[in-house]
């Protein structure tokens, strides 16, 4: 269905949900902020343009969006591709690159591609992240440093080879002020996480630069002053050769920008237990890579974190998203000007966090203990991306992806369960949908939609540590998975390992009979424990509330066991 969500959402739209939405889009919007400036930096352009984009992009995606509350922006998945179409082509060739690749995601959009982007194995999606984070991380070393090198070169082994030789050239304030900002960024979530570590770090750093007057390079010492005003459209000449000489880096751009929007919709899902439009999410993305760089922008993408704390802040519909728009144009117009006090090195420290934060160290772990098809993608699209070009990846990755989806295709014999994933999602009343069940305050509920959805699991997780403690109980909803294979167990596993070093109680609810064997063959139908499992998530509620001492709400008198799945 190719009709934005926020129609669909304002139909019967509250004060009460208006208040939560606004109340999300400014916490997000002052999350964004950091990150904006530094992908822009990072991505070989100057800061502002990294804002432009979280203004319009953001504002684009969220108003024609597939997602409720899918938040769009420039994220660290562009910055390598970014960078090298900068020194090669320059903005301008940046420009006309990613117009094409919103063109190709519109397309994309049309012709119905969006439920089959999701069925790209995960381990692919983390050979191509672990790389890309591996790669900022490498970026950022000058900088943390301040080591007195000119030029760091393009490739990855000589960056690092130079990187040793110039070592001895650090700067004593750049790396007490990047040791900083790292360490506010660290403990900081212990305090709150209403307020990200980021910008705390940002404005403690930039006032003990400024009052003790620190020797360290700041964004004006590097790119002079910063407009604090939208610029006027720039419309640039698209013709044949152009064409030829960027299809490769706008392709990249389109299949990275669908990959991580589609993925961050499904996590987005799985939270509020919703159902996103994938293609109707795509041509958003392409409307929005077509229109930001219009304007001085760069390609953006729906952010995975960012999306979880509107999420976890009351955002329900795309209205949170334009909020959050609002809220970054505002500090744009009324207190842009400040930005170039920032120091340099305490955006190194920023992205060396969401280095670390993409790199999925702990996926990339597990993963090497999948099957040996799984291993030989997952490291062979992390070498290409880190080694060689991450145009090279994303193309060998693409046939590495088709290969391995056959072999999965060929271990599900269920035809049904495929043809069902390959439909675009509609909205269909759901009786038991999870904002429709009362979830306790310390209960956390995770559903997991389709047989191949364990990376978004991982994505989840992983978003979740970062913006939040850990519950005490979590949920994994399993009533949309028929067919597990040996990731989705060892995810599974890995959950349980995880949440018992955190305190947090797991449950798993609506689980089939295919997955239930398997897990019972592998073991984890044990780790759980039998009172940990359950057919259907009211079932799972009351364990919740019973794991947390609270009474059962029961069942209704004239309560029939069924054993249709959309009961579960």
Same mark, same amino acid.
């Given at each position: 269905?190719?009709?934005?969500?926020?129609?669909?959402?304002?139909?019967?739209?509250?004060? $009460?949900?208006?208040?939560?939405?606004?109340?999300?889009?400014?916490?997000?919007?002052?999350?964004?902020?950091?990150?904006?400036?530094?992908?822009?930096?990072?991505?070989?352009?100057?800061?502002?343009?990294?804002?432009?984009?979280?203004?319009?992009? %953001?504002?684009?995606?969220?108003?024609?969006?597939?997602?409720?509350?899918?938040?769009?922006?420039?994220?660290?998945?562009?910055?390598?591709? /970014?960078?090298?179409?900068? $020194? $090669?082509?320059?903005?301008?060739?940046?420009?006309?690159?990613?117009?094409?690749?919103?063109?190709?995601?519109?397309?994309?959009?049309? /012709?119905?591609?969006?439920?089959?982007?999701?069925?790209?194995?995960?381990?692919?999606?983390?050979?191509?992240?672990?790389?890309?984070?591996?790669?900022?991380?490498? =970026?950022?070393?000058?900088?943390?440093?301040?080591?007195?090198?000119?030029?760091?070169?393009? #490739?990855?082994?000589?960056?690092?080879?130079?990187?040793?030789?110039?070592?001895?050239?650090?700067?004593?304030?750049?790396?007490?002020?990047?040791?900083?900002?790292?360490?506010?960024?660290?403990?900081? @979530?212990?305090?709150?996480?209403?307020?990200?570590?980021?910008?705390?770090?940002?404005?403690?750093?930039?006032?003990? /630069?400024?009052?003790?007057?620190?020797?360290?390079?700041?964004?004006?010492?590097?790119?002079?002053?910063?407009?604090?005003?939208?610029?006027?459209?720039?419309?640039?000449?698209?013709?044949?050769?152009?064409?030829?000489?960027?299809?490769?880096?706008? =392709?990249?751009?389109?299949?990275?920008?669908?990959? #991580?929007?589609?993925?961050?919709?499904?996590?987005?899902?799985?939270?509020?237990?919703?159902?996103?439009?994938?293609?109707?999410?795509?041509?958003?993305?392409?409307?929005?890579?077509?229109?930001?760089?219009?304007?001085?922008?760069?390609?953006?993408?729906?952010?995975?974190?960012?999306?979880?704390?509107?999420?976890?802040?009351?955002?329900?519909?795309?209205?949170? %998203?334009?909020?959050?728009?609002?809220?970054?144009?505002?500090?744009?117009?009324?207190?842009?000007?400040?930005?170039?006090?920032?120091?340099?090195?305490?955006?190194?420290?920023?992205?060396?966090?969401?280095?670390?934060?993409?790199?999925?160290?702990?996926?990339?772990?597990?993963?090497?203990?999948? @099957?040996?098809?799984?291993?030989?993608?997952?490291? =062979? =699209?992390?070498?290409?991306?880190?080694?060689?070009?991450?145009?090279?990846?994303?193309?060998?990755?693409?046939?590495?992806?088709?290969?391995?989806?056959?072999?999965?295709?060929?271990?599900?014999?269920?035809?049904?369960?495929?043809?069902? #994933?390959?439909?675009?999602?509609?909205?269909? @009343?759901?009786?038991?949908?999870?904002?429709?069940?009362?979830?306790?305050?310390? /209960?956390?509920?995770?559903?997991?939609?389709?047989?191949?959805?364990?990376?978004?699991?991982?994505?989840?997780?992983?978003?979740?540590?970062?913006?939040?403690?850990?519950?005490?109980?979590?949920?994994?909803?399993?009533?949309?998975?028929?067919?597990?294979?040996?990731?989705?167990?060892?995810?599974?596993?890995?959950?349980?390992?995880?949440?018992?070093?955190?305190?947090?109680?797991?449950?798993?609810?609506?689980?089939?009979?295919?997955?239930?064997?398997?897990?019972? $063959?592998?073991?984890?139908?044990?780790?759980?424990?039998? #009172?940990?499992?359950?057919?259907?998530?009211?079932?799972?509620?009351?364990?919740?509330?019973?794991?947390?001492?609270?009474?059962?709400?029961?069942?209704?008198?004239?309560?029939?066991?069924?054993?249709?799945?959309?009961?579960?």
């Amino acid at each position: 269905m190719l009709k934005p969500k926020l129609f669909t959402t304002l139909r019967n739209y509250s004060k $009460q949900q208006f208040i939560s939405d606004a109340t999300a889009g400014v916490i997000v919007g002052i999350v964004a902020l950091p990150l904006a400036i530094a992908f822009g930096i990072a991505s070989g352009v100057t800061p502002e343009k990294g804002i432009i984009t979280a203004i319009i992009a %953001g504002f684009v995606i969220s108003f024609f969006g597939g997602s409720r509350v899918q938040i769009g922006g420039p994220t660290g998945a562009f910055i390598i591709v /970014v960078y090298g179409i900068v $020194q $090669q082509y320059g903005t301008t060739g940046l420009a006309i690159a990613t117009i094409m690749a919103g063109i190709i995601l519109v397309i994309m959009g049309l /012709v119905k591609f969006g439920s089959l982007i999701k069925f790209i194995p995960y381990p692919v999606v983390v050979g191509f992240t672990s790389g890309i984070a591996l790669l900022i991380f490498s =970026t950022q070393i000058k900088d943390f440093f301040g080591l007195q090198l000119k030029d760091v070169p393009a #490739e990855f082994h000589e960056k690092w080879l130079a990187y040793f030789q110039y070592f001895s050239t650090f700067n004593y304030n750049v790396v007490i002020i990047a040791l900083l900002a790292l360490l506010i960024m660290i403990l900081w @979530p212990r305090i709150t996480h209403k307020i990200p570590g980021s910008l705390i770090a940002i404005i403690a750093t930039t006032v003990i /630069v400024i009052v003790f007057e620190l020797p360290v390079d700041t964004i004006g010492s590097r790119f002079g002053e910063i407009s604090s005003n939208l610029p006027s459209p720039n419309f640039y000449k698209i013709d044949l050769g152009v064409i030829r000489n960027l299809i490769g880096p706008a =392709t990249v751009i389109a299949i990275l920008a669908a990959i #991580e929007s589609l993925l961050s919709a499904v996590v987005a899902d799985g939270m509020i237990g919703g159902k996103h439009r994938s293609n109707m999410e795509l041509v958003a993305q392409g409307l929005a890579n077509i229109i930001t760089p219009v304007f001085g922008g760069i390609p953006a993408t729906g952010a995975i974190a960012r999306t979880a704390t509107n999420i976890k802040n009351g955002g329900r519909t795309p209205v949170a %998203g334009i909020f959050h728009s609002i809220t970054l144009l505002l500090i744009m117009l009324f207190f842009g000007s400040y930005a170039k006090l920032i120091p340099m090195a305490t955006l190194a420290a920023i992205l060396v966090v969401v280095a670390y934060n993409m790199s999925e160290w702990r996926a990339f772990k597990s993963l090497l203990k999948s @099957p040996k098809s799984d291993v030989v993608v997952l490291v =062979t =699209t992390f070498l290409l991306t880190v080694i060689f070009d991450l145009t090279i990846a994303i193309e060998i990755g693409m046939v590495l992806s088709v290969l391995l989806f056959m072999k999965r295709m060929s271990e599900v014999s269920n035809v049904s369960v495929i043809t069902r #994933e390959l439909e675009d999602e509609e909205d269909k @009343p759901d009786p038991n949908a999870t904002d429709k069940k009362k979830i306790p305050e310390e /209960v956390e509920v995770f559903e997991i939609n389709g047989p191949l959805f364990f990376g978004a699991a991982k994505k989840f997780k992983d978003a979740m540590s970062i913006i939040e403690k850990p519950p005490k109980v979590r949920i994994i909803r399993m009533r949309n998975v028929p067919a597990i294979d040996a990731t989705g167990l060892q995810t599974l596993k890995d959950f349980y390992n995880d949440s018992k070093k955190h305190k947090t109680h797991m449950i798993l609810s609506g689980v089939h009979t295919q997955p239930l064997y398997a897990m019972t $063959q592998a073991g984890i139908f044990d780790l759980y424990g039998e #009172e940990n499992i359950h057919g259907n998530i009211d079932d799972a509620l009351d364990r919740a509330r019973e794991i947390l001492g609270l009474p059962k709400l029961g069942r209704p008198k004239d309560f029939i066991p069924t054993v249709k799945r959309d009961k579960n």
